[in-house]
């Protein structure tokens, strides 16, 4: 038994081998983007910002860097792909890869308050009126408004009844305010996908704020399509015109189905609202992708009150 343990005891170790990202490597800013929708400056631009929270404690052998966090994070933002995949890209087990996701994303959820801001001063909100202005000539508007269902994995049968949307899958409802440059304003991502356009801005605390306060078109004007209910501050024009454009971080979340609990789903969709305003502010450019998006089917239009249809005929007669 002792030559046994012996033995034993005298086996080498098997080396362990990783792949850490290496930001100093031959990598150019396009190959990042395509691996992560950021360039080198985007991503120290991330790292820097979460590094107080992200940096462990204890600088051993083989502890993640801020930068290898980030960028583990980024890729499964752009790919929504399993986490064994991401872990075997990044030559990181896949319990290691799911930590640090929640990790990242718990870190850029509380700093969303700082870059998805409502316009309430009165300069900020002539500036997004006049580049909406610029746009179609459409004086007073001061955001747009949709949804957007991001999919789920099935659930149990008690819960996965509400979160089966009109397409017949299990998704949670995103509604979304953006400005005339695509930077989201206000994001609510709380809702199952049986829920209504509608109805998730009317009990939105964007909605509570904008049926309390009304001004008139001193506020501004929410533009919506014809799941939103007409009202003095949210008008549904009589076309609203295709456009295929994207958030950088999307892509990934609409091909596949998000493999998390609602709760954490949430925290995902939220970040990624948040890492897309960055984006932005930094002036990434948009990572070409050929896939095409097939939620856009319009919806039921609204038949109630029609308070908001003079308002918005006025509107057309005015500046139209």
């Given at each position: 038994m002792a030559a046994?343990i012996?033995?034993?005891?005298?086996?080498?170790r098997?080396?362990r081998e990783f792949?850490?990202?290496?930001l100093?490597?031959?990598?150019?800013?396009?190959e990042l983007?395509r691996?992560?929708?950021?360039g080198?400056?985007?991503i120290?631009?991330?790292?820097?910002?979460?590094?107080?929270d992200?940096?462990?404690?204890?600088?051993?052998?083989?502890?993640?860097?801020?930068?290898?966090?980030?960028?583990i994070?980024?890729?499964?933002?752009?790919l929504?792909s399993f986490?064994?995949?991401?872990?075997?890209?990044?030559?990181?087990?896949?319990s290691?890869v799911?930590?640090?996701?929640?990790k990242?994303?718990?870190?850029?959820?509380?700093?969303?308050?700082?870059?998805?801001k409502?316009?309430?001063?009165e300069?900020?909100?002539?500036?997004?009126k006049?580049?909406?202005?610029?746009?179609?000539g459409?004086s007073g508007?001061?955001?747009c408004?949709?949804?957007?269902?991001?999919r789920?994995?099935k659930?149990?049968?008690?819960?996965e009844?509400?979160f089966?949307?009109r397409k017949?899958?299990?998704?949670?409802?995103?509604?979304?305010?953006?400005?005339?440059?695509?930077?989201?304003?206000f994001?609510?991502a709380?809702?199952?996908g049986?829920a209504?356009?509608?109805f998730?801005f009317?009990?939105?605390t964007?909605g509570?704020?904008?049926?309390?306060n009304?001004?008139?078109?001193?506020?501004?004007i929410?533009?919506g399509?014809?799941?939103?209910?007409?009202?003095?501050?949210l008008?549904t024009?009589?076309r609203?015109?295709?456009?295929?454009?994207?958030t950088?971080f999307?892509m990934?979340l609409?091909r596949?189905?998000l493999?998390k609990?609602p709760?954490?789903?949430?925290?995902?969709?939220?970040?990624c609202?948040v890492?897309?305003n960055?984006?932005i502010?930094?002036?990434?450019?948009?990572?070409?992708?050929?896939?095409?998006d097939?939620?856009?089917?319009?919806?039921?239009?609204?038949?109630?009150r029609k308070?908001g249809f003079?308002v918005?005929?006025?509107?057309?007669?005015v500046?139209?």
């Open positions: 046994v012996s033995c034993l005891v005298n086996i080498p098997k080396s792949r850490v990202i290496n100093n490597e031959s990598l150019n800013d396009e983007r691996r992560f929708r950021f080198r400056r985007g120290e631009y991330l790292a820097d910002l979460l590094r107080e992200l940096a462990r404690e204890m600088d051993r052998s083989c502890s993640l860097s801020v930068e290898e966090q980030v960028c994070a980024l890729r499964y933002y752009a929504g986490m064994q995949v991401v872990g075997d890209t990044h030559g990181r087990h896949k290691t799911c930590r640090v996701v929640d990242v994303t718990k870190e850029i959820v509380k700093r969303h308050k700082q870059y998805i409502w316009p309430v001063d300069a900020t909100k002539r500036r997004v006049s580049e909406f202005s610029n746009i179609a459409f508007v001061i955001g408004v949709d949804g957007s269902h991001v789920l994995i659930h149990s049968p008690d819960q009844r509400c089966i949307n017949g899958f299990p998704s949670i409802n995103v509604m979304a305010v953006c400005d005339a440059k695509g930077k989201f304003t994001i609510n709380q809702w199952p049986s209504h356009d509608s998730i009317r009990t939105s964007l509570c704020h904008m049926e309390r009304p001004r008139g078109l001193e506020d501004g929410i533009l399509d014809s799941g939103y209910a007409c009202s003095r501050y008008m024009p009589y609203v015109a295709d456009t295929n454009q994207k950088n999307n990934g609409c596949t189905r493999r609990t709760a954490k789903a949430s925290e995902v969709i939220v970040a609202a890492l897309h960055i984006a502010m930094l002036q990434e450019p948009d990572v070409p992708d050929d896939d095409k097939d939620g856009a089917d319009a919806q039921i239009p609204y038949a109630g308070t003079l918005r005929y006025h509107l057309a007669q500046y139209f």
